[in-house]
């Protein structure tokens, strides 16, 4: 028999931590309005309170944890998108495609993003969703940007407001996910929104 590979302790403390964020979230899902103590969370997890305050030092820092992932993981991905991929067009629906994917595929998570499981909580996790929304706004705003500097007759066309009604639906759609516990997936008729969205963006082709 082969002998384990001992785990350090600093790996063991990450998978804790990553633990109690997945525990978190799934909180989240499972019941879609409540607000989620440390003893809820605890329970769950079958550990103490001090156990979970032991890896994150308030319930404020375990949002910021999975504000943190959807960072990560959103953005990591959104670049990959701009190397493959030199359309305007495309880039715009493979970023809204992905963060609609996003959504569903982590409904508790996305609870945070809306602000909804936030009731009561710090104000500073409301200005650090925000900055994630703003940052996406941005990254719309420069694709539809360069875009236009490469047309042959730049300038004129409603950039900013662009942007901001691009995000106005990724933001609407993830909302009516939420508010319908999660039941009326993001992604339901997207193709068929993304193809009226097209005549709006058509200049950016």
Same mark, same amino acid.
């Given at each position: %028999?082969? =002998?384990?590979?001992?785990?350090?302790?600093? +790996? $063991?403390?990450?998978?804790?931590? #990553?633990? !109690? @964020?997945?525990?978190?979230?799934?909180?989240?899902?499972?019941?879609?309005?409540?607000?989620?103590?440390?003893?809820?969370?605890?329970?769950?997890?079958?550990?103490?309170?001090?156990?979970?305050?032991?890896?994150?030092?308030?319930?404020?820092? %375990?949002? =910021?944890?999975?504000?943190?992932?959807?960072? +990560? $993981?959103?953005?990591?991905?959104? #670049?990959? !998108? @701009?190397?493959?991929?030199?359309?305007?067009?495309?880039?715009?629906?493979?970023?809204?495609?992905?963060?609609?994917?996003?959504?569903?595929?982590?409904?508790?998570?996305?609870?945070?993003?809306?602000?909804?499981?936030?009731?009561?909580?710090?104000?500073?996790?409301?200005?650090?969703?925000?900055?994630?929304?703003?940052?996406?706004?941005?990254?719309?705003?420069?694709?539809?940007?360069?875009?236009?500097?490469?047309?042959?007759?730049?300038?004129?066309?409603?950039?900013?407001?662009?942007?901001?009604?691009?995000?106005?639906?990724?933001?609407?759609?993830?909302?009516?996910?939420?508010?319908?516990?999660?039941?009326?997936?993001?992604?339901?008729?997207?193709?068929?929104?993304?193809?009226?969205?097209?005549?709006?963006?058509?200049?950016?082709?």
């Amino acid at each position: %028999m082969t =002998e384990a590979v001992p785990t350090s302790r600093a +790996e $063991t403390k990450r998978s804790r931590r #990553q633990d !109690i @964020l997945e525990a978190l979230a799934s909180e989240l899902e499972q019941r879609p309005g409540e607000r989620i103590t440390t003893a809820k969370l605890a329970a769950s997890l079958g550990v103490s309170e001090a156990a979970l305050y032991r890896h994150f030092p308030s319930k404020a820092r %375990m949002f =910021e944890g999975l504000i943190g992932f959807a960072e +990560e $993981t959103v953005f990591g991905l959104i #670049q990959r !998108i @701009l190397q493959d991929e030199q359309n305007a067009l495309n880039r715009i629906e493979k970023i809204m495609t992905l963060m609609l994917g996003f959504s569903t595929k982590n409904p508790g998570i996305t609870s945070v993003l809306m602000g909804t499981a936030l009731t009561g909580e710090t104000e500073r996790l409301r200005q650090r969703v925000s900055q994630f929304f703003d940052r996406l706004e941005t990254q719309f705003r420069q694709i539809l940007r360069e875009r236009e500097l490469t047309l042959t007759q730049a300038g004129g066309r409603p950039v900013n407001e662009t942007a901001n009604l691009l995000l106005a639906v990724v933001e609407g759609q993830m909302q009516q996910y939420v508010r319908s516990s999660y039941r009326q997936s993001p992604l339901i008729g997207w193709e068929q929104k993304w193809q009226l969205l097209t005549k709006m963006l058509e200049v950016y082709a």
